[in-house]
């Protein structure tokens, strides 16, 4: 059997819970057909780059999938079917990722503040190191810059 990555988009106007009926039930088909889902995972809501149906986000759901090319041929039918799918991708991989996908690792670290919990003090209001207000004016000139404009007084 082939190993499958397949992402889905659901509406925005669906709950959490019914992504994850959704997800039950396209698991539900793989599994009826002869295959298996070792993982699935929930995105939540993201934006969408551009519209889709006139939505501007949806549910982002993942599975990861080992089975016969006709059982995930019936499951994209299916999704074809369901207005509630706003788009899938179906990838073939040589093997599926073990752990949390990139995207939950993600979310995870955004989370926790992978960089620290920085203030407006700490870099200065707008960031920069440069503090409110204080632009070029108060650094002295540069060495080349001297150096350029005494040749150009200099001819």
Do not use: C
């Not at 939950?104 to 920085?118: F, M, S």
């Amino acid at each position: 059997m082939a190993l499958y990555e397949h992402v889905f988009l659901a509406r925005q106007d669906v709950t959490a819970q019914q992504v994850e009926e959704l997800t039950a039930r396209f698991k539900g088909v793989i599994e009826a057909n002869g295959g298996s889902v070792s993982k699935t995972e929930y995105w939540g809501v993201k934006t969408l780059t551009y519209r889709i149906r006139k939505n501007r986000k949806a549910h982002f759901s993942l599975l990861n999938i080992d089975a016969p090319a006709p059982a995930v041929a019936e499951m994209e039918r299916q999704m074809r079917i369901d207005e509630d799918v706003l788009r899938f991708l179906t990838i073939r991989v040589e093997e599926l990722e073990e752990g949390q996908s990139v995207m939950l690792q993600k979310r995870d670290r955004d989370e926790r503040g992978e960089r620290g919990d920085r203030g407006f003090g700490d870099r200065g209001f707008g960031g920069g190191g440069r503090g409110f207000g204080g632009g070029r004016d108060d650094r002295p000139p540069r060495r080349d810059r001297e150096e350029a404009n005494a040749n150009v007084e200099s001819e």
